[in-house]
């Protein structure tokens, strides 16, 4: 950290910082400039509320952090890319991995038939809500534990992994016992006690970006998770908030390959929730794989204009296999590889 | 609602929205344009997911909703104010009403120095937190129980009514065992079960907007407390985010002036979030009571460097004095009222 | 500045980030922290592009800038405010100045009317645009030099002074011959050319800060024209472009109260395009004043609702008047001045 | 356009409504909700500031636009895709288009040396700003006219056209005489003199995006260009300002997919300004192609760090290479031709 007096700043005020400096067990050193005088902070850890602290402090302008408030998720810290498995799938290795299925989960058989439609079409995991977060109180809000155990006859019918929001901590006994893997939703993005309570488990957790957050706190936010002791977290990119209507949100790819960089953990592009037009999903899917996205979440409805939710968002089957077969082609030019089944192996 | 069909849909696309509409029970009535249909919705409600629904028919480019989504929050609901009471004293009536208190409850010494010297100085409810959400997993995160015991008993030797933070649902029991006002942090906003959960408390809720929130999103917020039955909801802008860093975030008084319009509920004003800088909490208070604000809910900390969070934003006692004084010249200018108590009481 | 390295950064590349600050005559001096090195940068003045072109070197991780990259807009600079003399008024001193007018002079009855009106209720400059910039081709763009011509009718016959906007430099001589005040509309805030051509005016400049500027390019752009010889700069707050859409723009009033600090400029604030409706003006018009602004500029309309432009957030002049009055009341309160003219002077 | 009367509306207040459209020519179509009145305005054109007039009447809440406000940059009005011709180079066609060289004509050298690097490696046309806007007064501004010069040796002894930016309608003459594209510059995407000047021209326009422009204003800039007469507009994405910092701009690709839809006109990607970070360059060009870009644009330096401007986004030849090599297995695979230069033909 560097802290950045104001030009006049007196003796004693430098002094202040120092001594303040020394009751964290850290040293300051100065570099006398033209025009103020700039401490560097030496010593470790930096405790996270010292920037604050020194700010109100008279005479200091501003703090200045250096190194990445995150540890764990951090690719200095770990090198290597980390590859999380789910069930047979591996997540975040050569190999893309495509989640597909409905926004909600609505009844038997629209589930089933989105299960076994998009296993056919190639997606290694069955994404569905079962506890709906809407804007609108007056909204189709899920099944609940309905939802959940028609998530897993779906399972049990395909063979594909489950993937299924978590929206409190008192529900994560109950979604565990479902679940492959547990979606913290972009809201709750920083709903420190959910992420605490998914950390404490041994599921892989796929973590939304949320709407308004920056790429330091998303990543913050997964090294909550894995402060817990949990490492397998996913990120996923859904799109952020801008002043731009045109779309429900801006997909921002710029993060997914920054992460890449930042962070060893997976990261999984949501062109559905990025874009909020079905038509602009196939387009942003394979932009996300271009820009290096380890895999795709879409949504997909077997009859898009009757979904309870999202349905401007849901591609039809048809669609969702043609992007498939785009994705793949995609994924080869990249050096990178993503399986369609065979029709003929149903 | 009003539904946009693309130019050149065909009469068979257009039927098809009208079947839609009467599975609701609604009505549509065309209305054909120079180059396109567009489709006016007759009859209520207007279920909350049917724009996207219809959006994903063909020949639909667009769908425009005309009445808000909210209806308990709405003043054409509720035409005169909302007073909500909290032990003696109102808020939203012709008085406005301060609350001031350290970010953190930190000790009991802190605690009731803050309270004491903010009281003296006109306040009428204590803020501090017992719970905080913190970005980092590695921040001081707050006493707990422990803290509301000190609230309580600040509350008692000073009279102050309480106002403090409740991060999870499970959590609202304990903290409404304590606190006067339930606080719904920014990062909340859209915590669902959250909002439901003190929804059916009788206790008020201090609702703060999200930092990338709506102002509709924010009053649907509103909405998810009082259809539970809690009609006592204040609400607060902290600031929101936007591309100027300089602040810590853009306080948006438009959305105080404009919430005073759409609705009828008290709306108080966060000066040291929406800037996070002490130096700007003054004038940036006496702007939000021009502005339309019935309140300010303000940091202070008899020691700010010394703060476990949020120290470059606190006002020390006599700051804080200073700005009682001017805050109550403004309130007097604009025909209200805030009273300072005379330091003789003491 | 600052150069923090990247972990593991050689002494090689070390050596050539100091090598090439030696090319700028600057000194670097090296700080070994724990995990990387920070190299702090001694010396001046600091060339404008050496962070970006320090940051393309290998094992640089990224640099942070200290001082503030403005000198004569700057307050460290001149530490004194800027009072702007135009005619016999002064723009930041004590007394408040109000700016008012139509958004486009429409006729000479409209402009005459309008500047009667306002003069009356106290406004000490006429504002008016002759050269609009319009979203759309195919929207009123102003009378032109006839539009200039009823400017100056107007204030021979009202004692006013003028404010109007120059779109681009070839117009600044014929701008100049009727203006008193150039003013550089929000859309040109970076419109270089144009802001060195009014700089080497002697007339003082109203400069609007862009939708999507930063505080610290609003003042660079201060610093494009004072560093012509102009000094006169006068800012003008008008609302940031946000991904709220409730009301047109977010009007900024913390950069009100922060530029009063970082600059000695003038601040003036436009509440019709800081919030786009017109029964939003008088609350933020108060709310400006209470956050520090040296006055206001506000669109008056004689009859908004036929009005070419702006018709929508543009006031009567009865609610002018009513306006006029509550500002003076919050003036006083403040410790200012702001006199309505009494009615019985005209 | 819809116009949305206030619950409680008087037929006074929806009579004024009409009257008004009639005076335009202009007829209201009454439609009578449960809770309001609406009211659909038929007839054609809509003048545009119509919306905002209406607004300005009592009883009208809100005016609702349904058609696009611009015609000729419309895919409703010419369906099929627009190709721009620069000498022997066709824009906007099957063949993906890159444009590369320096953000900066330096030297002579540099210049060169860049033009031949990037032909040999499939760029078809050459990029290099002579008048460049800068954010400080105190940065590098351009060589002016002989960086023009420079850019035409460039051209005669590569056969590469030439794309570089005019700042402003008096320079519009000089820089025609030079380069076969014009580059409006995105904090020019407004200036509407200087649209209208090259919309004059019949040289073709590569036009930027504002950093705060929606695609709607970006879309009317064009129209602006195509109203004088020139149809030969070339859209470029450079990314929009939002809150996010760890990358210089966000690159929105969802804008390039939608723009594809809405409009005829070629779309170039711009990932150096969208980024900001050499680094993202290759993943985020290839994320562009793959969301159904025409082209690229992107800065190469022979020597990044000694880059006089906006050297830590360039690529150096080396990487501008291996770039265009995966660039080519991306447009392949989505059924597009990218053809570098085999590097025998040198």
Known sequence: MIVVMRPGATTMQINEVLDRLGTFNLKGELSQGEERVVIGVLGAPIPAGLGQALEALPGVEKTLRITAPYKLASREFHPLDTVVRVRDVEIGGNELVVMAGPCSVESRDQLLRTAEGVRERGAKLLRGGAYKPRTSPYAFRGLGEQG??????????????IVTEVMTPADVPVVGQYTDVFQIGARNMQNYLLLEEVGRTDKPVLLKRGLAATIEEWLLAAEYIMAQGNRQVILCERGIRTFETATRNTFDLNAVALVKRLSHLPVIADPSHGTGKWYLVPPLSLAAIAAGADGLIVEVHPDPDRALSDGAQSLTLENFGRL?????????ALGRSLTPEPLSTI
């Open 148 to 161: 959940l155990e028609l998530l897993a006859e779906a399972r049990e019918r395909t063979g594909l992994a």
């Open 324 to 332: 498939m077969q785009q994705a793949q082609a995609v994924a080869q």
